[in-house]
């Protein structure tokens, strides 16, 4: 009999989503007639942008011709969408990146996943907490943790406590690391990182040759003066790679594309100390385990850089922040203590009367028929908070707060 990845056996019995969804069906099933609002898992609701769309019918138009067909593409990506992301995402606000640094993918969760694989199975890791589960998971599936406590925390990892007294920022951690997991705009929380606080990460980093990862996948979110980007750090190119999607900031959750950004400058070392650059690496894997982005989805990709792409996309990035602001008013007028919904398309609060995250889970699905994220599923300092997602028709948003502040 075949042998298993027994590292896989350390994990909790289901990953946060889908048991949030094994609940709502078993909800659905003994309640059948209910009205359930999912305020969530964060998946978008806004159709794709026209001028997305007809790229796409365009690009799919043009592979239906002799001329026009093409194969296998570059596993990193074209060259026009991988132009359009340095130009637009990064030279606009100064910010120096080459296109080939730029690798095209299916998503940051499989980037922020994947980019572990290329690190020595003995390095060593910290991450926030609370956290996108997907960093931890990862890193146990791969064998580089212990088995969890008794609180859900693993052997071997650094946790780095984000508390409403810290401002929901973490701190350094206490002793060297290889990679250091950072968010910003933070899931869950919805705390956005100010220049100061990235410059003293990439300060750390640099002193104590670590890598940072940088999940910048909400980054379009941000509306007031803050980083966007890493690489906006003086410094970061020799010690950061950085993570963006197009899921939630141009709809592409059902499509798929997102990247990656490798600078040349960040280095790594084998196993007799001698330097290796990271790129190298992830371009090794890419072309071995990945075929790349359809053609179609990367001429959709650049349309959001086009000028009506642009704006068309920011009026969805804007409806679910006005949906954010109306959640987080609404529940803080309600009493509730409430975080982000700002700078990000998610509001944290605390649950009321001293509940556990999934007693209130439970108890908002039973009395207000709304679903939302508790907050231990992404740690242990998420314990007493929950996550509610501004990705949701307007109507049903308002519907979910009125049931809410009325049921509570």
């Known amino acids: 009999m075949a042998r298993v990845n027994d590292h896989y056996l350390k994990l909790a019995a ?5 048991e949030i969804t094994r ?16 305020l969530g898992i964060g998946d978008v609701v806004l159709p794709l942008s026209s001028a997305v769309g007809q790229a796409m019918h365009d690009a799919i138009d043009e592979m239906a011709t002799s001329d026009g067909f093409r194969g296998y593409g570059p596993s990193e990506g074209y060259d026009f969408l991988r132009e359009a992301i340095a130009e637009n995402d990064f030279g606009s606000r100064g910010v120096r990146i080459d296109p080939s640094e730029i690798y095209a993918s299916d998503g940051s969760k499989c980037d922020s996943a994947n980019i572990q694989e290329i690190f020595a199975e003995e390095a060593t890791l910290a991450v926030s907490d609370p956290v996108y589960p997907v960093y931890v998971d990862t890193n146990v599936m791969a064998g580089r943790t212990g088995d969890p406590d008794d609180g859900g925390r693993y052997g071997g990892i650094q946790y780095l406590p984000c508390t409403e007294e810290s401002g ?22 919805g705390t956005v990182a100010p ?7 990439v300060d750390w980093a640099r002193a104590n040759d670590s890598i940072i990862l940088f999940d910048a996948a909400y980054e379009r979110f941000i509306t007031e003066d803050l980083p966007h980007s890493i690489y906006e750090i003086e410094g970061a190119r020799e010690c950061a790679i950085e993570f963006r999607s197009f899921s939630k900031t141009a709809g592409f959750t059902g ?7 490798i600078p040349k400058e960040l280095q790594g070392k084998d196993s007799e100390g001698v330097s290796v650059p990271i790129s190298q690496l992830w371009g090794r894997r890419t072309n071995t385990k990945f075929n790349g982005i359809s053609y179609p989805v990367q001429r959709g990709a650049e349309a959001i850089y086009s000028e009506a792409g642009a704006k068309e996309v920011q009026a969805n990035i804007d409806y679910y922040l006005a949906n954010a602001a109306l959640i987080k008013n609404g529940l803080s007028k309600a009493g509730f203590t409430t975080f982000g919904g700002v700078n990000a398309p998610y509001v944290w609060l605390k649950t009321p009367g001293g509940k556990d995250s999934w007693q209130f889970f439970d108890e908002l699905l039973e009395k207000a028929n709304v679903v939302g994220t508790p907050g231990s599923g992404f740690g242990s300092c998420g314990e007493g908070y929950f996550r509610l997602s501004a990705f949701g028709f307007r109507e049903k948003v308002e519907e979910a707060i009125e049931r809410i502040t009325t049921g509570f």
Not at 14 to 18: D, I, V
């Open 14 to 18: 289901g990953y946060l989503f889908p």
């Open 23 to 38: 609940r709502v069906n078993a909800f659905g099933e003994a309640n059948p007639s209910a009205d359930v609002i999912k």
């Open 168 to 189: 929901f920022m973490p701190s350094l951690p206490d002793e060297p690391v290889d990679l250091i997991y950072l968010c910003s705009p933070n899931n869950p929380t």
């Open 195 to 201: 220049k100061e606080e990235l410059l003293k990460w």
């Open 255 to 261: 499509i798929r594309c997102a990247y990656i950004v």
